[in-house]
């Protein structure tokens, strides 16, 4: 009888462990993947990487449909480097291009 029930709980138990390691490697990496969106300094990283232009020149190319000076641009840059502020232009414009920029794949390095 002793035997029977070890033998019982030892089953009980891979079982449990077999659906801890399923959730640990192919589900939790799904649901914890899909609830964060991307943040706007990874589509300002991406942007940059695909055209292989400097995260400034892609403030400068969101600058252009906004009358925004030169010297603004260059103050909001330095204020994204360091408080990682981005301005309503630049916002504008990966909006803007969200769909296409979605669609863009990173190439390896």
């Known amino acids: 009888m ?3 029930l070890f033998n019982l709980f030892g089953v009980a138990g891979l079982i449990i462990f077999g659906f801890m ?3 640990a490697f192919f589900r939790l990496p799904r649901l914890i993947k899909s ?3 991307p943040s706007m300094q990874f589509y300002l990283y991406k942007i ?6 400097s995260e400034y020149d892609v403030f400068c190319k ?8 030169q010297a603004r641009v260059d103050q909001d840059f330095d204020d994204y480097l360091s ?3 981005v301005p309503h232009y630049v916002n504008d414009f990966v909006r803007r291009n969200k769909h296409h920029i979605d669609e863009l ?5």
């Open 62 to 69: 969101s600058a252009e449909d906004w009358p925004v000076s």
């Open 48 to 53: 940059s990487r695909v055209t292989g232009h």
């Open 2 to 4: 002793g035997v029977i």
């Open 35 to 37: 609830d964060k969106s």
């Open 105 to 109: 794949q990173i190439p390896r390095f």
């Open 83 to 85: 408080q990682q502020t």
């Open 21 to 23: 390691l399923y959730n």
